[in-house]
């Protein structure tokens, strides 16, 4: 039975009234704006995301947005910007999204490796390549999401980002999404990364926030990546106001014999929905989805997958770990999907949480869907509180209580993070993660179950 | 010095008592060993010396060189110079040994308002102790206790106890799940350790770790008393005797 | 080893999709006009002679019914049910409403002793040790043919009658419980049941009492466009104990049959209650024509404070299952579990699972939950297990596996494990996995047979949920989870 919703709140009525006024300024030659049209057209007939619909259960876009902000119409590139930009130490080729809008003058183009190219989204769109429209287009399974739609729909700018065959990265590629803050707006973005056979490397997003207006961000970043490539992705999304709502997309499609690794740190943000969609392309290959989400105060983290086996021979591996304190939300909504004919299927599927006080509350659903006989596949799920014994014994050695339970806690993120094979980012993800928690240790925050 | 007066402990959520006005005095210098049959309630003093949360101490009172340990939080005991050697050490995936090392004995130092070690000599320290236990620096590497076979996790319990010069030195059961190797690998430990300034009691149910890490007391426990106290002889008269004359089955 | 060979031969014994229970007993029957009216609800109240209070009752249920949709969120698919088209009374009409065993008809003694079910007391006695004995409720189509050993649990003051009897001899017992625990409108089955309900078991233990033999229930469906519609309320009292089991089967026939029980417990402070099923309906052909559709609502309410329900079921029968046997763990301290052994062989669908809902404090809860999917059916595990904010304390353990035996089967896990209070400790574990080659390697090399092998391991697998059982109903259990497999190796 299809859930028929007519739109009816405030935020629904104003994005149509959006989609009406920015369509005819919103990038894209006739393709695009077929494209932008089939997804609002979709999104009119569903409306906002709410908590009736199963993908969408624990986090009610419906209820969290009740008014939708004006769309960002540009990058404001304010001092603070820039100074933000000036003190994010970690190195490569640094490409530069403000408010949505990619920003040549502040990201390092003359760094450009051979083999790899960048252009901006909005350009890519005026007359797109036939394999980037079918790529916008998405993938089968996130085709019903809404909140996937609406950034289809809206979408105004982004980078492209091609790797031609065989091309190693020597450095990593930096995206930086930093929201302006002065004003409450809302942000479309869509990034693209073509990374052909062979190729290796790290792309890095980082999702920030330096004014104090809170922002209602919808971001996606497609992957295509070729046979043999093996591609890691980090995600840190952080420094954001409580209020900010942020939904992000991660597509992929993997060659095959190939590895693709994406990893997300979600700590200090309001509340974020990250939904990643992957398919495998080809045989042989490894996919890993892991994070961990810090998260308190009245915050909320949903992580929501679907892994689609449709070949044989795959394995996949997710790992989440959540930390939730004050009235903090966590949730895991993981779907593993092997399909018939993909037999020798190997996947593997966790979610962790503890609770550090009551308040604090995790929903966890792991499913598996298989229809191959052949296959190895496992899921677990744990929700508990540190552990009494282990605090225990790290006390009777000396450590004062907040100390003990910063080291378990570390410990417990830990098995996720270590899974960063870039060395730096690898390091720069702990130090977040030390630095929330050493926000904690000095609050003398301690877990009260 | 330890000393314990009337110590009456029950289980913090339940209503059944485990100790019952526990009286018990270990001296500088002195070695004390606690026989008793399995209940009598060993492990119980052990925790409840050391401050684990789940027990109420209903009545008495437990004085460490004269003061009283009860309100303080286990960290504070460990730092005051109470160790445990646990009979189950606990795994802690993720916690690299060293890491753990370091900042135990930092964090007893910093609140005996000592400077925090250098690394050099930190490793160095740690280094010589392992040496002398036979502990490989592989196992240094790994995670805390996880995937540590019995004779390792005990031997790790040791090296702590080296590093971090407790005064007082309770090991629970520390002799099971050992073969006879390891048990004399770990009492030489225990042994290098004993000079006149530390006191140890040593929990267990078998004579045999007496062999090993000779006692100057042994006090025997039943039903959560001490309801005799001897010389080393008197392990051997249990050894052979059984506990059936303290009113319990061994 | 003894059990194994036994289900081996028995394998042997049969053809393939051989459904041993399939055959129909001719008999007259009364039978209301096709279709659902209030009419028709009012003529099975009638024909039961039911208080007013009771007819009301339904009638209500009917009213809400109708402003109903069927659910759709399960993972099953059947052509849609003309609700219409089926008969909701079907009675023998030779000695009905017997007094005794001598005014039962004949053919369906006969009936149930071809199932395996002796309804004679003198012939259950012969060789039974005292503690051994099953009291039964045997129910055909929509009436309750006789009760068993009503005289020496009634001296225990155990009652165990049909639900029909218990409306007219208990009143004041069904109306303080019915509905308490599986409110009317509660899914559109559940609703439908409350409207037509035509028999079942009713069972009260009174304080302090453990029930002095097992008791148990037999469903039959025998005739053709029939739905059935039982309705099942136990309840023990403080510090009371039971065990009851609940059996089913129905003929072969071509068309679809729907079954939409409502099972309700209550235990109160202390008590427990043990209820298994071994749920045996016809599944259809190998072609998936025909088969029983199991639209079942079972929940249990620990009531009171250290109270303790525990579900097992084995699961062979039906084309389509829809069933969730669940727990609100209500009273401080109380006890939900789940045992489950779902196999599923042709064209069979399974959407089956638990739900353990934890509102009181320190309450513990258990799932062990086992799929064995063959031939071309699907199988689905969807449970929930939830903690209240109160509900300090909580602790679920769950264990769902699934074997898959042959390419053309799904088998699916759908948990939701939701903590809102953080004192819980919620552990779940799922796998999904074919019998290993190396296992079957192993066991072949030491001299058993394919069809062998599988069933041992199979029976390994499915062990922890068997040990659940009362020890003859295990055995037959495992009887009936090869013959389900029967076919579907090699």
Same mark, same amino acid.
């Given at each position: 039975?299809?859930?028929?919703?007519?739109?009816?709140?405030?935020?629904?009525?104003?994005?149509?009234?959006?989609?009406?006024?920015?369509?005819?300024?919103?990038?894209?030659?006739?393709?695009?704006?077929?494209?932008?049209?089939?997804?609002?057209?979709?999104?009119?007939?569903?409306?906002?995301?709410?908590?009736?619909?199963? !993908?969408?259960?624990?986090?009610?876009?419906?209820?969290?947005?009740?008014?939708?902000?004006?769309?960002?119409?540009?990058?404001?590139?304010?001092?603070?910007?820039?100074?933000?930009?000036?003190?994010?130490?970690?190195?490569?080729?640094?490409?530069?999204?403000?408010?949505?809008?990619?920003?040549?003058?502040?990201?390092?183009?003359?760094? &450009?490796?051979?083999?790899?190219?960048?252009? !901006?989204?909005?350009?890519?769109?005026?007359?797109?390549?036939?394999?980037?429209?079918?790529?916008?287009?998405?993938?089968?399974?996130?085709?019903?999401?809404?909140?996937?739609?609406?950034?289809?729909?809206?979408?105004?700018?982004?980078?492209?980002?091609?790797?031609?065959?065989?091309?190693?990265?020597?450095?990593?590629?930096?995206?930086?999404?930093?929201?302006?803050?002065?004003?409450?707006?809302?942000?479309?973005?869509?990034?693209?990364?073509?990374?052909?056979?062979?190729?290796?490397?790290?792309?890095?997003?980082?999702?920030?926030?330096?004014?104090?207006?809170?922002?209602?961000?919808?971001?996606?970043?497609?992957?295509?990546?070729?046979?043999?490539?093996?591609?890691?992705?980090?995600?840190?999304?952080?420094?954001?106001?409580?209020?900010?709502?942020?939904?992000?997309?991660?597509?992929?499609?993997?060659?095959?014999?190939?590895?693709?690794?994406?990893?997300?740190?979600?700590?200090?943000?309001?509340?974020?929905?990250?939904?990643?969609?992957?398919?495998?392309?080809?045989?042989?290959?490894?996919?890993?989805?892991?994070?961990?989400?810090?998260?308190?105060?009245?915050?909320? !983290?949903?992580?929501?997958?679907?892994?689609?086996?449709?070949?044989?021979?795959?394995?996949?591996?997710?790992?989440?770990?959540?930390?939730?304190?004050?009235?903090?939300?966590?949730?895991?909504?993981?779907?593993?999907?092997?399909?018939?004919?993909?037999?020798?299927?190997?996947?593997?599927?966790?979610?962790?949480?503890?609770?550090?006080?009551?308040?604090?509350?995790?929903?966890?659903?792991?499913?598996?869907?298989?229809?191959?006989?052949?296959?190895?596949?496992?899921?677990?799920?744990?929700?508990?509180? &540190?552990?009494?014994?282990?605090?225990?014994?790290?006390?009777?050695?000396?450590?004062?209580?907040?100390?003990?339970?910063?080291?378990?806690?570390?410990?417990?993120?830990?098995?996720?993070?270590?899974?960063?094979?870039?060395?730096?980012?690898?390091?720069?993800?702990?130090?977040?993660?030390?630095?929330?928690?050493?926000?904690?240790?000095?609050?003398?925050?301690?877990?009260?179950? | 010095?330890?000393? #314990?007066?009337?110590?009456?402990?029950?289980?913090?959520?339940?209503?059944?008592?485990?100790?019952?006005?526990?009286?018990?005095?270990?001296?500088?210098?002195?070695?004390?060993?606690?026989?008793?049959?399995?209940?009598?309630?060993?492990?119980?003093?052990?925790?409840?010396?050391?401050?684990?949360?789940?027990?109420?101490?209903?009545?008495?009172?437990?004085?460490?060189?004269?003061?009283?340990?009860?309100?303080?939080?286990?960290?504070?005991?460990?730092?005051?110079?109470?160790?445990?050697?646990?009979?189950?050490?606990?795994?802690?995936?993720?916690?690299?040994?060293?890491?753990?090392?370091?900042?135990?004995?930092?964090?007893?130092?910093?609140?005996?308002?000592?400077?925090?070690?250098?690394?050099?000599?930190?490793?160095?320290?740690?280094?010589?102790?392992?040496?002398?236990?036979? #502990?490989?620096?592989?196992?240094?590497?790994?995670?805390?206790?996880?995937?540590?076979?019995?004779?390792?996790?005990?031997?790790?319990?040791?090296?702590?106890?080296?590093?971090?010069?407790?005064?007082?030195?309770?090991?629970?059961?520390?002799?099971?799940?050992?073969?006879?190797?390891?048990?004399?690998?770990?009492?030489?430990?225990?042994?290098?350790?004993?000079?006149?300034?530390?006191?140890?009691?040593?929990?267990?149910?078998?004579?045999?770790?007496?062999?090993?890490?000779?006692?100057?007391?042994?006090?025997?426990?039943?039903?959560?008393?001490?309801?005799?106290?001897?010389?080393?002889?008197?392990?051997?008269?249990?050894?052979?005797?059984?506990?059936?004359?303290?009113?319990?089955?061994? | 080893?003894?059990?194994?060979?036994?289900?081996?031969?028995?394998?042997?014994?049969?053809?393939?999709?051989?459904?041993?229970?399939?055959?129909?007993?001719?008999?007259?029957?009364?039978?209301?006009?096709?279709?659902?009216?209030?009419?028709?609800?009012?003529?099975?109240?009638?024909?039961?002679?039911?208080?007013?209070?009771?007819?009301?009752?339904?009638?209500?249920?009917?009213?809400?019914?109708?402003?109903?949709?069927?659910?759709?969120?399960?993972?099953?698919?059947?052509?849609?049910?003309?609700?219409?088209?089926?008969?909701?009374?079907?009675?023998?009409?030779?000695?009905?409403?017997?007094?005794?065993?001598?005014?039962?008809?004949?053919?369906?003694?006969?009936?149930?002793?071809?199932?395996?079910?002796?309804?004679?007391?003198?012939?259950?006695?012969?060789?039974?040790?005292?503690?051994?004995?099953?009291?039964?409720?045997?129910?055909?189509?929509?009436?309750?043919?006789?009760?068993?050993?009503?005289?020496?649990?009634?001296?225990?003051?155990?009652?165990?009658?049909?639900?029909?009897?218990?409306?007219?001899?208990?009143?004041?017992?069904?109306?303080?419980?019915?509905?308490?625990?599986?409110?009317?409108?509660?899914?559109?089955?559940?609703?439908?049941?409350?409207?037509?309900?035509?028999?079942?078991?009713?069972?009260?233990?009174?304080?302090?009492?453990?029930?002095?033999?097992?008791?148990?229930?037999?469903?039959?469906?025998?005739?053709?466009?029939?739905?059935?519609?039982?309705?099942?309320?136990?309840?023990?009292?403080?510090?009371?104990?039971?065990?009851?089991?609940?059996?089913?089967?129905?003929?072969?026939?071509?068309?679809?049959?729907?079954?939409?029980?409502?099972?309700?417990?209550?235990?109160?402070?202390?008590?427990?209650?043990?209820?298994?099923?071994?749920?045996?309906?016809?599944?259809?052909?190998?072609?998936?024509?025909?088969?029983?559709?199991?639209?079942?609502?079972?929940?249990?309410?620990?009531?009171?404070?250290?109270?303790?329900?525990?579900?097992?079921?084995?699961?062979?029968?039906?084309?389509?299952?829809?069933?969730?046997?669940?727990?609100?763990?209500?009273?401080?301290?109380?006890?939900?579990?789940?045992?489950?052994?779902?196999?599923?062989?042709?064209?069979?669908?399974?959407?089956?699972?638990?739900?353990?809902?934890?509102?009181?404090?320190?309450?513990?809860?258990?799932?062990?939950?086992?799929?064995?999917?063959?031939?071309?059916?699907?199988?689905?595990?969807?449970?929930?297990?939830?903690?209240?904010?109160?509900?300090?304390?909580?602790?679920?353990?769950?264990?769902?596996?699934?074997?898959?035996?042959?390419?053309?089967?799904?088998?699916?896990?759908?948990?939701?494990?939701?903590?809102?209070?953080?004192?819980?400790?919620?552990?779940?574990?799922?796998?999904?996995?074919?019998?290993?080659?190396?296992?079957?390697?192993?066991?072949?090399?030491?001299?058993?047979?394919?069809?062998?092998?599988?069933?041992?391991?199979?029976?390994?697998?499915?062990?922890?949920?068997?040990?659940?059982?009362?020890?003859?109903?295990?055995?037959?259990?495992?009887?009936?989870?090869?013959?389900?497999?029967?076919?579907?190796?090699?």
């Amino acid at each position: 039975m299809a859930i028929v919703t007519p739109l009816k709140t405030a935020a629904e009525q104003q994005l149509v009234q959006q989609y009406a006024d920015s369509k005819a300024e919103l990038p894209g030659g006739p393709a695009v704006r077929k494209l932008r049209e089939d997804a609002f057209a979709g999104f009119e007939s569903k409306g906002l995301p709410h908590r009736r619909l199963e !993908s969408w259960r624990y986090t009610d876009l419906r209820t969290l947005l009740r008014e939708a902000r004006p769309l960002a119409g540009g990058a404001a590139v304010t001092a603070a910007v820039k100074a933000r930009l000036d003190a994010l130490k970690l190195d490569g080729l640094r490409l530069v999204l403000v408010d949505g809008v990619f920003a040549p003058e502040l990201s390092t183009l003359d760094a &450009i490796p051979e083999g790899v190219s960048v252009q !901006s989204l909005a350009e890519a769109l005026v007359s797109p390549r036939e394999d980037l429209t079918r790529i916008l287009a998405g993938p089968s399974v996130g085709h019903d999401d809404m909140g996937l739609a609406l950034n289809t729909a809206l979408m105004r700018d982004g980078v492209f980002i091609e790797i031609a065959d065989g091309i190693e990265l020597e450095q990593r590629i930096v995206i930086v999404s930093l929201a302006s803050g002065e004003e409450e707006r809302a942000v479309f973005h869509r990034s693209v990364v073509l990374a052909g056979k062979s190729t290796k490397g790290t792309i890095v997003e980082i999702s920030e926030a330096v004014g104090n207006a809170a922002q209602q961000i919808n971001g996606a970043i497609v992957f295509e990546t070729g046979d043999e490539s093996e591609i890691q992705h980090v995600r840190i999304v952080t420094c954001q106001q409580a209020a900010t709502v942020e939904v992000q997309s991660l597509l992929a499609t993997v060659g095959a014999h190939a590895k693709f690794d994406s990893f997300a740190l979600i700590c200090n943000a309001g509340t974020v929905r990250q939904q990643h969609f992957v398919r495998y392309a080809g045989e042989h290959t490894e996919i890993g989805l892991r994070g961990v989400n810090l998260i308190n105060k009245a915050q909320h !983290s949903d992580v929501t997958l679907i892994v689609d086996h449709e070949v044989p021979n795959g394995t996949s591996r997710e790992l989440f770990k959540t930390i939730a304190g004050g009235e903090a939300t966590g949730v895991f909504q993981g779907k593993v999907i092997v399909r018939k004919y993909a037999q020798k299927t190997d996947g593997g599927m966790r979610s962790n949480a503890l609770l550090l006080n009551d308040g604090a509350s995790m929903y966890n659903k792991p499913e598996l869907e298989i229809f191959a006989d052949d296959v190895v596949c496992g899921h677990g799920a744990t929700v508990a509180q &540190i552990d009494g014994d282990q605090l225990f014994y790290l006390m009777a050695r000396g450590l004062p209580r907040p100390q003990a339970e910063a080291l378990v806690l570390q410990a417990f993120a830990g098995e996720a993070v270590e899974f960063i094979t870039d060395g730096d980012v690898r390091d720069l993800v702990i130090g977040e993660v030390e630095s929330w928690l050493k926000a904690r240790e000095a609050a003398s925050e301690v877990s009260t179950v | 010095m330890l000393e #314990i007066r009337n110590l009456v402990v029950k289980i913090a959520d339940e209503d059944k008592q485990i100790l019952n006005g526990l009286n018990l005095t270990v001296n500088d210098g002195e070695v004390a060993a606690i026989m008793g049959p399995n209940g009598s309630g060993k492990s119980t003093l052990s925790y409840v010396i050391a401050g684990k949360e789940d027990y109420e101490v209903l009545d008495g009172e437990i004085l460490l060189n004269g003061e009283n340990v009860l309100e303080m939080e286990a960290d504070a005991r460990a730092a005051a110079g109470i160790f445990l050697a646990f009979q189950y050490p606990l795994e802690i995936p993720g916690v690299a040994t060293m890491t753990f090392l370091k900042a135990a004995m930092n964090a007893q130092r910093k609140a005996r308002g000592q400077d925090e070690l250098l690394t050099p000599d930190f490793i160095k320290q740690v280094n010589a102790a392992a040496d002398k236990l036979g #502990i490989a620096k592989d196992m240094l590497r790994r995670p805390l206790n996880v995937g540590f076979s019995g004779g390792e996790k005990k031997r790790m319990e040791i090296l702590q106890m080296a590093l971090l010069s407790p005064s007082m030195c309770i090991l629970d059961e520390t002799d099971s799940g050992l073969d006879i190797d390891a048990l004399r690998i770990v009492a030489e430990g225990v042994n290098a350790l004993r000079d006149k300034s530390r006191g140890f009691l040593v929990i267990t149910h078998y004579q045999r770790l007496l062999d090993h890490i000779v006692p100057d007391t042994v006090h025997v426990m039943s039903k959560g008393k001490i309801v005799k106290t001897g010389g080393k002889e008197l392990a051997l008269e249990l050894e052979k005797s059984g506990y059936a004359a303290y009113g319990e089955a061994a | 080893m003894a059990a194994v060979q036994e289900t081996i031969d028995q394998v042997k014994s049969i053809d393939v999709t051989e459904y041993k229970y399939g055959f129909v007993t001719e008999l007259e029957v009364d039978k209301p006009a096709k279709g659902l009216t209030e009419d028709t609800v009012r003529y099975i109240s009638a024909r039961k002679n039911e208080p007013e209070w009771m007819l009301e009752w339904r009638l209500d249920a009917f009213r809400r019914w109708k402003t109903m949709t069927e659910p759709t969120w399960s993972r099953v698919n059947y052509p849609p049910i003309d609700y219409q088209a089926l008969y909701y009374y079907a009675a023998p009409k030779k000695g009905a409403s017997p007094k005794s065993l001598d005014e039962v008809d004949p053919a369906i003694l006969e009936t149930y002793k071809k199932l395996g079910i002796p309804l004679r007391e003198q012939e259950i006695l012969a060789g039974v040790a005292p503690e051994n004995r099953v009291a039964v409720d045997a129910v055909f189509d929509s009436v309750s043919v006789v009760t068993t050993f009503k005289k020496e649990l009634a001296q225990a003051g155990v009652i165990f009658c049909s639900i029909s009897e218990a409306i007219q001899e208990h009143p004041e017992l069904v109306r303080k419980y019915l509905a308490t625990v599986v409110p009317v409108t509660d899914n559109y089955f559940a609703t439908l049941n409350s409207a037509v309900f035509t028999d079942g078991s009713f069972v009260y233990i009174p304080k302090g009492v453990r029930c002095p033999m097992e008791l148990s229930t037999y469903f039959r469906i025998n005739e053709q466009n029939t739905g059935q519609f039982e309705r099942t309320l136990i309840i023990a009292d403080e510090g009371a104990y039971v065990s009851y089991l609940e059996g089913c089967t129905a003929p072969k026939r071509d068309e679809n049959q729907l079954h939409a029980a409502v099972v309700e417990l209550i235990a109160l402070d202390d008590a427990e209650i043990k209820y298994s099923t071994v749920q045996n309906w016809f599944p259809g052909d190998a072609e998936g024509k025909g088969g029983i559709y199991n639209f079942v609502t079972k929940r249990g309410d620990c009531r009171g404070k250290n109270s303790k329900i525990s579900w097992t079921q084995v699961e062979t029968g039906s084309a389509i299952t829809w069933k969730y046997p669940s727990c609100i763990l209500r009273g401080d301290g109380s006890r939900g579990e789940f045992y489950s052994i779902a196999v599923s062989n042709g064209m069979q669908q399974v959407d089956s699972g638990t739900k353990m809902l934890h509102l009181g404090k320190n309450t513990t809860s258990k799932i062990i939950a086992k799929g064995i999917a063959a031939g071309k059916s699907d199988s689905t595990y969807r449970g929930i297990v939830s903690a209240h904010r109160k509900a300090t304390g909580a602790r679920n353990f769950t264990n769902c596996d699934s074997l898959l035996i042959g390419d053309q089967c799904g088998a699916h896990t759908i948990p939701y494990i939701e903590a809102k209070t953080a004192t819980a400790i919620f552990e779940h574990e799922a796998t999904t996995s074919k019998i290993g080659e190396d296992q079957m390697f192993y066991c072949q090399q030491r001299g058993l047979s394919e069809e062998e092998a599988v069933a041992l391991i199979v029976n390994g697998f499915v062990k922890e949920v068997l040990q659940q059982l009362p020890m003859e109903f295990a055995v037959e259990a495992q009887k009936l989870i090869t013959i389900s497999l029967e076919g579907s190796v090699g």
